[in-house]
Nanobody
Framework: QEQLVESGGGLVQAGGSLRLSCAAS????????MGWYRQAPGKQRELVAI???????NYSDSVKGRFTISRDIAQNTVYLQMNSLLPEDTAVYYC???????????????WGQGTQVTVSS
């Protein structure tokens, strides 16, 4: 079954770092884009960062200069390196993939289960 599996969340102090990973499982032929979204309690889900195709990236203004998204196309994996974490970064982080081709089928969008990131002050 085609799934996104996230890992790397946890509890860190302000100023610390975490590295999130998301791997797409299944007989994947290609993925158009992969990215990270987050949702804090009482807030709407928001885009954090996305990487498209061979490497074009886009970041939320709130994380520019602190977070770095990268993608290993061969391994169908996307990473989010989070540095200089702030309490306001606390949220559930969700992996997203769009345009997923697998076994002759096109999946418009897949979502991971989410991983909790908590930044203490």
């Amino acid at each position: 079954q085609e799934q996104l599996v996230e890992s790397g969340g946890g509890l860190v102090q302000a100023g610390g770092s975490l590295r999130l990973s998301c791997a797409a499982s299944g007989s994947i032929f290609s993925i158009g884009s992969m990215g990270w979204y987050r949702q804090a309690p009482g807030k709407q889900r928001e885009l954090v960062a996305i990487v498209v195709g061979g490497g074009v990236t886009n970041y939320s203004d709130s994380v520019k200069g602190r977070f770095t998204i990268s993608r290993d196309i061969a391994q169908n994996t996307v990473y989010l390196q989070m540095n200089s974490l702030l309490p306001e970064d606390t949220a559930v982080y969700y992996c997203n993939a769009k345009g997923v081709y697998s076994r002759g089928r096109l999946y418009s969008e897949l979502w991971g289960q989410g991983t909790q990131v908590t930044v203490s002050s």
